[in-house]
């Protein structure tokens, strides 16, 4: 779990959209978070068709008479409002766009501040939620969420400010509506709720192992030209692949390809290629000898810059520490990441059409 594992929602905050303001991503970056955030979506829908999450959604209800979501990355919808056990000041908040605006802030910045581990923020009205993130690989795939509770006893005092904060927000208030369902919300003390959180961390490192489970289950009923097209491409992946080289060995046009493959697979050409050299390239660092440009190149990476970002996004950290916390390779002993007999590539575009 995090170490500051509890954050308050800023108090002074007049409008909660701006505090998740981001840097503005360039082109080719807002497309790998469109294309993360897809085979986000199409990961939830497999995982809540299978047997296993339900059964799991139902025991940890049972158990702790907490709501429990599992949502996408990126989710733009508040996945607890429609969820048995949903707190009902909660969903009283959610049907006003501007104050379920502000629960959507909260959502935004629990998984921007969740870095892999268990997070839990304080929403303006003092309760807490928490997301706990299930993993392929290094890569954060969705999450699961909880909470709508107090972890300190509700105050009259701490009541009035969030009226008079959803006032500013310029939701009509009626308090009396509201009273009974805040007061009424349930108080868990911290070292309980602490537990709570172990246990959906065992659900979801559990779910996490599942994952390349779901992914093959998925691949078993493929279209004869998708498997030859996998087989095709784990062939030649170190080589300048193209998605027209791919499509004509499966003997269909480009168009009907990107469709059909996205479709089956889950993901794009571009993305499933560089996930294949990524699995590579975390292999080839485990022999200390190498250079991880060398690896990069090797797995059929053109550009170090692309290379970086690619590893850094599907890995979750760069190379250097990945290698350093797989293999227990210090920052001393490891290879420069910049080779020079490769050096005058650095520019190039990778080639991942």
Known sequence: MARNWLLRYPPKVA??????????????????????AQRSREFVVRLKQSKIYPAYENAFRGTTGLPLALR????FHSPLIDAKNANPFCRLMASDNRSCAACLCLQQRIEDRSDGK?????????LSESAVPIHCG????????????????PSNHRF???????????????????EQPYFATRVIAKPQYASILRLLTLIAEHLSGLT????AQGAAGEPPAIVHARAFIALHQAEELSLGDVAKAANMSPFYFCKTFRKVTGFTFIGYLAHLRVASVKVQLGDPHKRISEAAFA???????????VFRRIAGRAPTKYRANAYGQNNGSQPQANSPARSHQSGQALSQR
């Open 212 to 215: 390349n489970q779901l992914i």
């Open 118 to 126: 268990a997070c839990t923020l304080e929403c303006f009205a003092g």
């Open 72 to 75: 996408s990355v990126g989710s």
């Open 138 to 153: 290094e890569e954060v795939v969705a999450f699961l969420q909880t909470g709508q509770i107090f972890l300190r006893r």
């Open 15 to 36: 409008n909660p959209i701006r505090s998740t303001s981001r840097p503005a991503l360039d082109p080719a970056e807002r497309a790998d978070e469109a294309e993360r």
């Open 160 to 178: 009035q400010r969030s009226i008079r904060r959803l006032e500013k927000m310029g939701v009509t208030v009626d308090r009396m509506q509201l």
């Open 299 to 309: 797995a059929g990476f053109q550009s170090l810059s692309q290379f970086n970002r």
